[in-house]
Each structure stands twice: as C-alpha cells, then as structure tokens.
C-alpha cells in the first residue's frame, strides 16, 4: 500500500516514481468505475477549497466536479474575492482554510505564493498551476501516454515552443517515468535551468535522457510524442507581440514537424489553444492529436491526486 510521502503537490518534484505510477494506477481505476457507473463516495463528509488568482476552464471544473463525483464538496475561491485582496496575508489565509476545509487547489502567479499556503496550512495543498510548475497537467500527460502507447520507459517526447510551467514539469515527469524529452525553445524562453538539472539527474536513474535545443526538427525526429503550449502564458499577455515574433514560424507544430515524428506519434497540448500560432489546425484537429483524451484524464488523475493526500485510499 502506498501513500504520498509529501503533504502537498507543488510540482512533479514532489512526487518519486514510484508516487506518479500509484497516481496512475488508481486514476485508471477510478477512471474504470466511472464509465461503469460506479459510484465511489471516498471523499464523503470532505471539503476541498479551490483558490484561482487567474482564469481556469479544466482545472476549475475538473476538480469542482471530481470532488463531486467522489461525493465531496468542492468551495471555489477567487483570489478577488476573498480577503487575500485586500492585503490578508497567505499565511492567515492558509492557517484560516484549514480549519474549515481538508485540501486546497491553488492557482496562482508567483510559484512562492503556493509554496507559503502549503507552509502554512495543516491541510494538504495542491498546485493548480503556477508560473512555474503544473503538476496536475502532468499527471494527465503520462496517463494519456500510458494509455495509448502502453508503456512509458523507452519513449522519446519533444517539446517545441515556450520552456515554460508545463514544460517544466513535464522534463520533471518525463525524467521519472523513463521518458526521453528534448525542449526546443528559442534562447531566452528555455525551461528553468535547476529544474533541467533535477530533470537530468533523475533521467539517469531512469535511462530518459533530456536536452535542451534550440532545433525544433531535431527534437522532433522520431520523436513517439510532440507536445506543445501557447507561447503567451498567462500574465505574459504584454510580451504577446515579442514572443509571436520570437516563436513564429519556427516553433509552430506543424504537419511537417509531425512528418518527422514516428508514423504513429501523438501530439498533445495542455490548452487552451491557438491554433495557427503554437499548433496548426490540421495537427491539433488530426486523427494523432489526443488533447481532448489528456483533457479528460485531468478529471481522473486529480481524483486519484485528492484521495491519495486526504488519505482516503491508498494503492
Ligand atoms: N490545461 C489547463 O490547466 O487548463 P485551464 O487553464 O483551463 O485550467
Ligand atoms: N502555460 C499556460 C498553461 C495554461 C494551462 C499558462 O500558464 O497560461
């Protein structure tokens, strides 16, 4: 039987190999059970808070309705409404939440803001996604590649665009899981370097091995994966000009970057998307794209996530 080892999930960091395959292997599960029918109250009598700094449509809805599915209740916060905005502290705020609610999601800008709720707050806390780290997005990537290529260990999984929160994770979680990942990002927009460190020290366990290239065709030969994100994150919407003119047209996941990927290579994407600036439509709209698949299993893996840190199952 396993448990997480940590009270929070801020990033993949936080969890070892052997915690993302348990995630993994109860989200199939709780997955299994759902499209039978089959109702698993485990979070009865429990209440997890959502606190959004910025805009969610997966995130939001995912965790409101899987707590729901799990027969909890979800309580959904905007950083606007609460006292957070009128200059409570993160801490009071964290000690406050706790006495009310047994888990916190949080998505937020500044990633230390998360890490000061999980300080403070005696309740397990979950990173919605910060400029830094997206955990749960992970999490939902390795299922979905799971899913369609039946293993993990061996793959090659390219990158193109910005090196940025999801991408950090993802060499995070591609690193523990033995998948080779290669990030093609222009200069000044590559992934944060301690993270690519970490990543390539926790490849070597794996045997994944992770580069950092400026050269998207090169990450992307033979590549079993291609991944990609917008290239104007949220809170960036003032670099929106630079960065279209950075990134286009070379980072642009096109059919022609998909012609060298393997034949039966996936493409995936977090979104929200647009299409004609990171992804073209003929990719994110083809029979290879999976991104409504890797939208869903958010849903699953985040159930499994809240179960396993309230301590209600174990694997
Ligand atoms: N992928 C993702 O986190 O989507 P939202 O921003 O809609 O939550
Ligand atoms: N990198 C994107 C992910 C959105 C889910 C952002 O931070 O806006």
Redesign the pocket.
Known sequence: KTSLSKKDVLSIADLSTQEINSILTLAAKLKREQKRGKARPLLRGKTLGMIFQ?????????FEVGTYQLGGDAVYLSASDIQLSRGETIQDTAKTLSLYLDCIMA?VYDHKDVQTLAEYASIPVIN??SDEF?P??IL?DLLTIQEHKKKMKGLSLAWLGDGDN?CNDLLLGCAKTGISMTAACPKGYEPLEEVVKLAKSEGIKTGADIAITEDPAAAAKDADIVVTDTFVS?GKEGERATREATFLPKYQVSSDIMKLAKKDAIFMH???AKRGMEVTADVIDSRSSVVWQE?EN?LHVQKALLCLLMKVAAV
């Open positions: 910025k805009p969610s449509t997966r995130t939001r809805v995912s998505r919605g996604l997206h749960c997005q939902a999801v949220i977090c979104l929200p939208a958010r």
